[in-house]
């Protein structure tokens, strides 16, 4: 649970938005985000963080287990390829 709560900080942070707000987005209440941090709850609903999830763009993996970190926009060989072509074609 310390790590989920780690990882909900610091997406919040980054994307500026406060714990009401969250709640707001995912339809949960603010005391349910509280109890969460208070770790007065048993654990948090499967959809709960699938919305949170999907809200932050990280996988559920990276949410409740693994450091949250930005991903790169990554290009496909064949998009690569694509991109040396229309260069050498300059």
């Known amino acids: ?8 900080d610091q997406l919040l942070f ?3 938005m406060t714990r009401a707000e969250l709640a707001a987005k995912i339809g949960v209440g603010k005391s349910t985000i509280t109890a969460w941090y208070n ?10 963080l699938l919305a949170i999830s999907e ?5 559920l993996d990276e949410l409740v287990r693994g450091k949250v970190e930005a ?4 290009f496909t060989a064949d998009e690569v390829a694509q991109l040396k072509r229309l260069i050498n074609q300059v």
């Open 71 to 74: 991903k790169p926009e990554q």
């Open 1 to 8: 649970m310390i790590r989920f709560t780690e990882n909900l």
């Open 14 to 16: 980054e994307n500026h």
């Open 55 to 59: 809200l932050f763009n990280v996988s």
């Open 39 to 48: 770790k007065s709850c048993d654990g948090v609903r499967l959809d709960t």
